[in-house]
């Protein structure tokens, strides 16, 4: 499994979220407390929309563990951004290298995943043959993430994101069905076409991986009217975690099991998500 | 492009022919003097059979360049082989990862390619869903070569090695006419069980890249009575390599265009290849 | 800190004791138990004499984490040796990077190092201008280990490898003392010629790193006479690992603290390790 | 030996010139033209200042061919610079690692290198003993060229750049007698405190390693004026590059053997190199 977060918000140095809070990423690295394994030792990414920069996002992904990425450190002192995924990678079974570490990219959109597809292996041939073959060349690596990603672009993410990613789901459960595989999906997911961000939370059997996502920033430094690091966050902040960044009582919320929520500017929204078979 | 050799003989550390010779196949990973590219960089692979190891060959792969792998070059000297395949890459555009490095493994059977297939991108989802599903969860990588070796393995590879090479050849250039795209396939290729080697040198405009064989030990001793090396070669001792390891006059025979070749105990044989649509 | 393995005894296959016991070093890689870190993932070593090969021991060195190295779990499955050392890093501050990979070797000599000099970095300089300058150009890395390792070699490493490393700990509290920097010295050390095998466990504080010896084979299979495990390690067998490899009562001896010992046919000794400043 | 670029002008995307130009220097990495070797494959470093970031240079710097380096390309996508070296590498010995990587850093100070010092091994004991002993701690890799910059260091780089490169040439050439060495110096060197760029080149044989700059862009433009990459580049343009970057007839001149040059605002600067024994 692995641990991913997402940033919406005032441009930000990224080495704010990434390496300076106590349970940041990076520390989650090597010393996850929520997750399946508390090592995520198996490569690292980070994709960013530039203030100034093209429209596309920028990726830098290194296959090495997130701890010891010195490039990695270089880039969060000096590049920030009101927009970013970053992911670090605990393997479930396939290669350890860069065509596989998150965040994927297709032209303007960014996908990271945190999960599995069960018995991956057994059912990746007939996940495969479903992706439109206008978007399977764009497949690089061999992971069951960037699949569902692929299935998602087939069935529509560019233009209903949710119900591209119910679809994706129901798809992934249906073919597992078929080959006998009980309970086979489970994910949290974050995309984002660079303005609009997304967030999944979804398992199977319902018992998801934990996601959060910040307490209104306004109503933290009320809570908080001396906290510096609180005053240096814009009201429109959004960070969505796979675990807290840090001990603030209050500060996250657990995103419900089985629900999808959208940051965009003019108010956020959460729904319930449910896998789709047309 | 790439280039690779193939020793089948009495034990010898591998670093004799990785190494020691003047155009060694590490040298041509800088210097190749016949390839599409003067430098193969892009990764490097040896697969081996042990003298007392197990009956499956040992792969090391590394995604550095050849000429800077120190462990490779610590491997070569304390590793003898009886039969072993090595081969340095030259990316045509897939990712630079151990997944796509040479050679490849399925059993016994070991796999290396110098070549393309032109448009790759555009042809491989009809090239992979011709993949036998038992042979498709194998597919760790991302290059035509590894296609094409499980291309192979479904046309029966394991019973006729040379017939089902010739259909996998039939059956991309069927593809590929299908979409258009001319001339389509550019191979040398060495494939093994572990007892015996087979060869193949084809290209579908017939200009296929350079491969060749050393000429039988016992002829060059004649005629080179004072030559040390030679004495160190068994008289079974067959090399087949994309360029000469050295410049001794007679010591290496072209592989003639469009032909497979195998070479096993009790005499070698060589055939016209034609490419085979069933 | 890290964690690792010296093994003497009958050739056994490298995977026996890297990648097979339940708490083989491997494994260690990602969860130590006695470690001051669970993860050991900043590099891999290997060194082996080989039963047929050259006198001088064969390196395989990763920078990745060790769960990861599919080129070691290769090599394991082939490689056999009757006296190897193998190591698992976690960097307590220099470069990940082969160079700092354990073991080291010099000529027949290998060395690995569990531990860290306190403060190394304002201590190195006096340390390095120690090493004599016919060993200093084989410093390859940064680590204070390799350094302990030159300066060992400086005191006679090869002729009296005991007093050598007194020695070399006493010169380091020595250096460390004019530099006020207190308990500078946190080692357990395995150095072999590839004939003997010597162990170190010494820290100035006297409060050292686990390290551990197995119980006499021929004892192990008397207590557990139907464990087949034990039936195929030799009598001689000697296996010194920082943390045991399993949970068999019995099996594990604590090596004691500030203490050295042989590894030797016809009679291992163990002796107080008492730091030396000439 | 190797092949750099230094960039100084207003700001622009790091890929104009690392990757745009005919002969770029990623070109270089595979195909140099003008080097010792025509690959430089051992690594590749960017050190760059940013528009708004920190006023320390922010660094990547990438083990594998600069060809094939995919952060590289990304970065080289988003990051706009008005100051920026960039390197890659072809080894003379020492390991391909990160820390051996150029630009190499201090304080607000970077520093790249093409060349070496003539039998190293031998000489870097001495040379090592003469840097001073606050600058010492941050020699991270063991390439002649980061030594060479910790020398500068020693000898007042901070204060005056050129003298403090002649007294470290001159320093090498002593020591150099002194064991016995001819001709040991071989350097082309950029460095920059983030607001001048310095430019040194220099042999001890009077052989130098090409280096060029280009000429004015305005006297360019009046030369082309329907060239329109010219007119992306501003007046005050300096590129130092070790090769040309295309072949447009005046646009380079070569800098003269053993001089120095200082690109700053209000008026470049070009002065004769002698090495300094103090």
């Not at 032209?107 to 995943?113: D, K, P």
């Amino acid at each position: 499994m692995c641990r991913w977060l997402a940033y919406s918000g005032s441009p930000i140095l990224i080495e704010e979220l990434l390496y300076k809070p106590r349970y940041s990423l990076i520390d989650q690295s090597m010393h996850s407390r929520m997750g399946v394994e508390t090592t995520n030792g198996d490569g690292v990414g980070v994709g960013w929309y530039g203030v100034d920069g093209p429209p596309e996002p920028t990726l830098f992904r290194g296959v090495g563990p997130a701890w010891g990425d010195v490039n990695l450190r270089e880039l969060g002192r000096s590049i920030s951004s009101s927009l970013f995924l970053a992911h670090i990678r605990a393997s479930t079974g396939t290669a350890v290298q860069q065509t596989n570490c998150h965040p994927f990219r297709f032209g303007r959109w960014l996908w990271q995943h945190n999960g599995s597809i069960r018995e991956f292996a057994r059912l990746k041939r007939d996940l495969v043959l479903a992706v439109d073959p206008a978007f399977y060349p764009s497949i690089a690596g061999s992971t069951d993430s960037e699949v569902m990603f692929h299935l998602a672009l087939t069935f529509g993410l560019e233009d209903d994101p949710v119900r591209a990613v119910e679809r994706m789901a129901g798809f992934v459960e249906s073919v597992a069905r078929r080959h006998g595989v009980p309970d086979p999906l489970q994910m949290t997911v974050a995309t984002t076409d660079g303005e609009r961000l997304w967030a999944f939370r979804y398992s199977s059997q319902r018992e998801s991986r934990s996601l959060f996502v910040n307490t209104a920033v306004s109503a933290l430094r009320e809570l908080y009217p001396d906290n510096e690091n609180l005053h240096r966050l814009s009201d429109e902040t959004r960070i969505v975690v796979s675990e807290p960044l840090g001990e603030l009582p209050g500060a996250w919320q657990p995103v419900p099991e089985s629900s999808w929520g959208i940051v965009v500017k003019g108010g956020d929204r959460l729904g319930p998500f449910r896998p789709l078979e047309r």
